[in-house]
């Protein structure tokens, strides 16, 4: 099996922001862990840990979910996105609220708490997740595969009758931190009949304009920023639920009209495959 070094961060850092979910203010303080303890959560501090995996992810219509002590804690994608990109294996993680911050709908936010706290080398080495045989997952006109690859590869075709969504299409490669440039700013993007199917749910009491490019039947809430930006977006939360590896993840993977569930059934796929693997 590959390997690949051990880091954390050199310092503390905090981050402060409102859930989009409940709509209320949550705070994220990230602490520097020693080699082999991976990336664990907790809800405040001396309180019981859990190891973020996907063993921990609970269910939830558009988002990354995880129980701590009972209670789910959303929206952990894009946090969880920018760890992998930098290749941050042991990690502290304490939530006070409900749900990570959502910011504009972009990682960014995480990524500047990150070059904030530096990284640094810790000993040893954190077993790669290495898919060496096809794993599919086929659902009506839904696919999202893992293909052996000697680098975390993602490819994602995103089809939407809406004309302002259209047909999109992004490949991603993982060739360092500075790869994250090309995912990590690209913004969550939602139509707005979705909007309001999933706030009369009792969700996203604080979805806004500013956490999220709103797709109108005739307009942008703001126009996107980069090309592709919504492929790029769904390539974002790809890198983002596989790090519920709790590991660096070597594979192509390659998605046509997934999401955050189809991201965890391929995920705990591919984790199978491993323990079968002579």
């Given amino acids: 099996m590959i390997s690949a070094g051990r880091r954390t961060i050199r310092r503390v850092v905090e981050l402060a922001g409102d859930g989009v979910i409940a709509g209320r203010p949550t705070r994220v303080e990230l602490r520097p862990a020693e080699a ?37 804690v959303f929206v952990w994608e894009h946090f969880l996105a920018v760890l992998h990109v930098w290749g941050i ?16 709908g972009s990682a960014v936010a995480f990524d500047r708490a990150l070059a904030e706290a530096g990284a640094q080398d810790l000993p040893g080495e954190a077993d790669v997740l290495r898919v060496t045989v ?10 999202l595969a893992a ?13 939407y009758a809406h004309p302002l969504i259209g047909r999109q299409y992004f490949d991603w490669t993982l060739t360092g931190p500075q790869a994250g440039a090309e995912v990590i700013p690209a913004r969550s993007f939602v139509p707005l009949e979705e909007v309001e199917a999933l706030q009369r749910m009792g969700y996203l009491r604080g979805g806004a304009e500013e956490n ?38 070597c594979a192509h993977v390659i998605g046509f009209r997934t999401g955050h569930a189809h991201n965890r059934v391929l995920l705990q796929r591919m984790l199978e495959a491993e323990e079968i693997r002579p």
């Fill in 147 to 159: 293909l052996p690859s000697g680098r975390l590869r993602v490819s994602y075709f995103l089809d």
């Fill in 89 to 104: 294996t042991d990690l502290e993680i304490i939530v006070e609220g409900s749900e990570l911050p959502i910011f504009d």
């Fill in 134 to 143: 096809p794993i599919f997952l086929l659902e009506e006109d839904k696919c």
């Fill in 36 to 72: 082999g303890y991976g990336l664990q959560a907790r809800r405040g501090a001396g309180r019981e840990a859990v190891r973020l995996d996907v063993e921990a992810a609970v269910r939830h219509p558009n988002v990354t979910g995880i129980e701590i002590e009972g209670e789910p």
């Fill in 212 to 249: 999220a490019i709103i797709v109108y039947p005739d307009r942008y809430s703001a126009p996107p920023a980069l090309p592709q930006e919504f492929a790029r977006h769904k390539v974002l939360d790809i890198v983002g639920d596989l790090y519920l590896a709790g590991r660096p993840v």
